[in-house]
């Protein structure tokens, strides 16, 4: 299959078919690696690292609890407490 570079802002672009997208598993805003290899352009998916929840960020966060040391100022301005 040919596709034809074209212009899109300042840069070049091409269309990559919709069934070659499927077939890839690839969709609108999917970060693509490219690289260069023996003179070719290599477009692969990225691989994302796995989303981990907030709840396991929590339990492997292991810095000091910051809300004991907060404290509410005076007000400064037109602030309403």
Do not use: C, H
């Not at 299959?1 to 070659?20: V, Y």
């Not at 692969?44 to 929590?58: A, G, N, Q, R, T």
């Not at 404290?71 to 400064?76: E, V």
Request: positive net charge; glycine residues 4%.
């Amino acid at each position: 299959m040919e596709a034809k570079l074209q212009k899109w802002g300042n840069s070049d672009g091409i269309r990559i078919p919709s069934n070659i997208l499927k077939s890839l598993e690839l969709k609108t805003n999917d970060i693509l690696e490219l690289t260069v290899q023996d003179n070719q352009i290599v477009i692969k998916k990225s691989e994302k690292p796995k989303e981990i929840s907030l709840k396991e960020k929590f339990t492997k966060y292991k810095g000091s609890n910051l809300a004991k040391d907060f404290t509410w100022d005076a007000p400064k301005g037109k602030e309403l407490w």
